[in-house]
């Protein structure tokens, strides 16, 4: 199984991809430990994309981010499923809200080492303007038109609770019911 998640930032891909890696049993890439290295410094670009083929090389994964650069069109290409979070942007702004007391001073694991949780001007006008710019909605239109027999477009929290739920009883029944979820 390879699935591909994209969408805006605060929508929730890094969470959706932890639960999807334990529910298939694989491994997960988060694409913002990739672009960075401590202190949010940007890494090397050319190691960066060798990073995301080598992982992309396993016979299973879930990455999760929006990078082009990082081999996007193979990684769109081999996906089995890309879950496209399509949230409006009061939606992600209130939710990276939340994200942002929640591990304020923290380290995620969808984030490089020493690259602490922050909300500062510039995300604040990323997420309300510039990720909504016509060439980005347009490039994620581009997507589920190509890709549109295996993606899954997510507007708001009760489609990906339904989405979960609709993957979690697929996996049981694949597994002949022996899976004891959560």
């Not at 605060?10 to 290295?37: H, M, N, R």
């Not at 006008?125 to 890709?147: E, N, T």
């Given at each position: 199984?390879k699935?591909s998640i ?5 929508s ?8 999807l890696?334990e ?8 694409l913002d430990?990739v ?9 090397e ?7 995301a ?6 016979e ?14 193979e990684?769109?290409q081999?996906?089995d ?9 009061l939606?992600c ?13 923290k380290?995620?694991?969808s ?5 602490e949780?922050?909300?500062?001007w ?10 909504r ?7 994620f ?9 295996k993606?899954?477009?997510?507007h708001?929290?009760?489609q990906?609770?339904y989405l979960l739920?609709?993957?979690?009883e697929?996996r049981?029944?694949?597994d ?7």
């Amino acid at each position: 199984m390879k699935i591909s998640i994209i969408g805006y930032s605060g929508s929730g891909k890094s969470t959706l991809a932890a639960k999807l890696g334990e529910l298939y049993q694989i491994p997960v890439l988060f694409l913002d430990t990739v672009q960075f290295v401590e202190g949010w410094e940007e890494r090397e670009r050319q190691e960066a994309l060798r990073i995301a083929r080598d992982f992309m090389e396993k016979e299973d994964w879930v990455i999760e981010g929006n990078y082009t650069a990082f081999a996007q069109k193979e990684r769109l290409q081999q996906s089995d499923y890309i879950v496209f979070l399509d949230f409006p942007r009061l939606a992600c702004l209130c939710r990276a809200g939340r994200r942002y007391l929640r591990f304020r001073g923290k380290e995620r694991e969808s984030r490089a080492e020493g690259c602490e949780e922050k909300f500062d001007w510039e995300f604040f006008k990323w997420i309300l303007i510039h990720q909504r710019s016509r060439a980005v909605k347009g490039h994620f239109r581009d997507i589920v038109k190509r890709y549109g027999e295996k993606v899954f477009v997510v507007h708001n929290q009760k489609q990906l609770d339904y989405l979960l739920g609709r993957l979690k009883e697929e996996r049981r029944h694949k597994d002949g019911g022996k899976r004891n979820e959560e």
